[in-house]
């Protein structure tokens, strides 16, 4: 790629992830990259906040796939939706999504996706690890059971949280979309996520990192 071409000392890119959402998105930055699974537990703590438990979960995702990297640039990235404080998991089948929908539907939902860029470069530094939590608040709309049912057949988001994939037909039971970073919502935001490299040496447009 031309990032490369032209800065043959770019550092290594992993992304610790096995979505194919967050590696489209990564690759709209043109910059070369790995993928690597992180395989973690990712099951919130009893106690712990939304926002909290989506941090953490992009942090160790971040850590598992630096621990056997080595020296790159590792990006971590967890979702967790929230409705009244309360996390919403993925369903995992189609009795699950339906509940869900019907929960929400009408109703504002809150969607935090941390982002963790660990620079494996450095390891013991205190700021190795750079972690940011973007919030993206969804109004669902307020659709009857036999349109959330079609929906699910057509789309089947068993596995993503809220049971809605915006980044396909799932929009159409979205009202409104809220957020400072357009890309949060489909599972890693660019803007804060560009904002991490440049802190961390790597340039754009074929430039360098100012």
């Given amino acids: ?11 290594r890119l992993i992304l610790g992830s096995s979505s ?4 489209e998105l990564l690759s709209r930055l043109g910059l070369p990259f790995e993928t690597m699974v992180p395989d973690i537990d990712e099951s919130p703590l009893a106690g712990e906040t939304p926002d909290v438990t989506a941090q953490r979960l992009a942090r160790e995702k971040a850590a598992a796939v630096a621990s056997r990297a080595g020296a790159a640039l590792v990006i971590g990235s967890d979702q967790v939706a929230t ?6 998991g993925k369903p995992g089948n189609h009795a699950n999504a339906l509940q869900q929908l019907q929960t929400m539907r009408g109703r504002e939902v809150i969607f935090h996706t941390a982002l963790c860029l660990w620079d494996g470069r450095r390891p013991d530094a205190a700021d190795a690890a750079q972690i940011r939590n ?3 608040v969804v109004q669902f709309r307020d659709l009857p059971d036999a349109e959330l049912d079609a929906y699910l057949r057509i789309e089947q988001p ?3 949280a809220g049971s809605a994939k915006n980044e396909g037909l799932g ?6 979309i809220r957020s400072e970073d357009p890309t949060a919502l489909t599972g890693l935001p660019l803007i804060a996520l560009t904002d991490m490299l440049r802190r961390a040496g790597v340039g754009f447009f ?3 990192s100012q």
Avoid: E, K
């Fill in 206 to 208: 074929g430039q360098p």
């Fill in 171 to 176: 929009i159409a039971i979205l009202q409104s």
């Fill in 20 to 23: 194919a959402y967050r590696r």
């Fill in 158 to 160: 068993y596995d993503c």
């Fill in 134 to 136: 973007v919030q993206t």
């Fill in 1 to 11: 790629m031309l990032q490369q071409a032209i800065f043959p000392a770019l550092p």
């Fill in 83 to 88: 409705l009244d404080g309360l996390q919403i």
